[in-house]
């Protein structure tokens, strides 16, 4: 799996959540180190990776000015090794219950191995029993001072206010398509993987955000196709709905044809895509159609620099109907799972516009 092979094992190496770099860094360099953080945000944008790089940091003794890990010393190989006694994982998904956790704030009591501090990866700590989150409060509330925990977790709104209120929380931001077509990039030089840039641009698309989804993409991709990996072999992979009906269909709804517009949603059906999905990418594309005309900064922060050309076909639209074709067609997408004929919600909304 790629994923595995290109996970980070610095700072350096991490593609975004800069702020919460810069904030770990910080505290390494200073040696404020908090005994309990919050790490927040989607699946795939890397908390467990950053989790355990601090992890590393925190017990290097050949740690650079950064405070990145040298990578080579016994406890950072442990780390990467899987075998480190200075950093245990508990996924809370699993391991849900009040004595998985009292076993763990047992060994907190004890000191490092080998390292200076212990470190307690708690993954999804949002699943943990009542009684078991109860239990990780004691430790919290005094955590012993070679302890360190990071919570990590896809739903922060299901951690107790007693809970957020003695940890430092990290927001994890979604990668920006630029920041993983980057990465995407990166693997395919050192793996001589002959790709074209639309094609990483289809699986950074597809991902949304998740880095790791879009490298288990590449990697199934790469399974299924020999020689250079086009666009269309891509989205054909993947299955995606092709790029080129989503500014086709727009221009449909702009200038009021509407056969044109039936006859797309018809295509898509017929060509076993799924339109609750092609809604979904339709109302991305429409909103950075308008993002392209309102606020080019917003689109250039997901999209990258100079992400406005593409809209280019656009200049001349009304705002306001793009704001209505993305208001009707928010409603008509929340209708189509329930809907008898899933084409029918789509169509309704074309002749509403
Ligand atoms: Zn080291």
């Known amino acids: 799996m790629l994923y595995r092979k290109y996970r980070p094992q610095t700072f350096a190496q991490l593609v975004g959540q800069e702020h919460v770099v810069k904030t770990l860094q910080g505290s390494l360099i200073t040696g404020r180190i908090g005994h309990a953080l919050l790490f927040t945000g989607p699946r795939g944008t890397g908390k467990t990776t950053m989790a355990r790089i601090f992890a590393k940091a925190l017990n290097c003794d050949k740690r650079d000015k950064n405070g990145d890990p040298d990578n080579t010393c016994p406890g950072c190989l442990a780390v990467n090794n899987g075998t480190s006694l ?15 956790i009292r076993e763990l704030t047992d060994s907190a009591t004890v000191a490092a191995a080998g390292g200076k501090y212990k470190v307690f990866l708690i993954d999804e700590v949002h699943m943990l029993s009542k009684s078991a989150f109860n239990a990780l409060l004691k430790t919290l509330e005094e955590p012993p001072g070679h302890v360190v925990f990071i919570l990590a977790t896809t739903e922060p709104h299901k951690i107790l206010p007693t809970v957020l209120s003695r940890v430092q929380r990290f927001d994890f931001k979604r990668l920006s398509t630029a920041e ?8 395919a030089r050192s793996e001589k993987i002959s790709i074209e840039d639309d094609a990483l641009n289809a699986i950074a698309v597809s991902s949304d955000g998740a880095l790791r989804d879009a490298e288990v993409a590449l990697t199934k991709i790469r399974a299924m196709i020999p020689g250079t990996i086009s666009g269309d072999q891509a989205i054909k992979v993947l299955g995606l709905i092709p790029y080129t009906y989503h500014p086709r269909f727009l221009q449909y709804l702009l200038v009021g044809d509407k056969a044109g517009a039936v006859a797309t949603v018809h295509a898509i059906y017929d060509a076993g895509l799924d339109l ?20 080019p900064a917003t689109l250039a922060a997901i999209d990258g620099e100079g992400a406005e050309k593409q809209f280019a076909q656009f200049s001349l639209a009304d705002n306001q109907k793009l704001i209505k074709i ?22 309704l909304a074309i002749l509403e516009i």
Do not use: M
Request: charged content about 30%.
């Open 86 to 100: 200075d950093l245990i994982e508990i996924d809370a998904a699993s391991q849900t219950g009040v004595d998985n």
């Open 180 to 187: 993983i077509v980057r990465k995407l990039k990166e693997i």
């Open 326 to 347: 993305i208001g009707v067609f928010t409603g008509a997408r929340s209708q189509i799972k329930s809907s008898p004929i899933p084409q029918l919600p789509l169509e």
């Open 276 to 295: 609750e999905h092609f809604a979904k990418e339709f109302l991305e594309y429409a909103r950075k159609a308008l993002l392209a005309r309102i606020n």
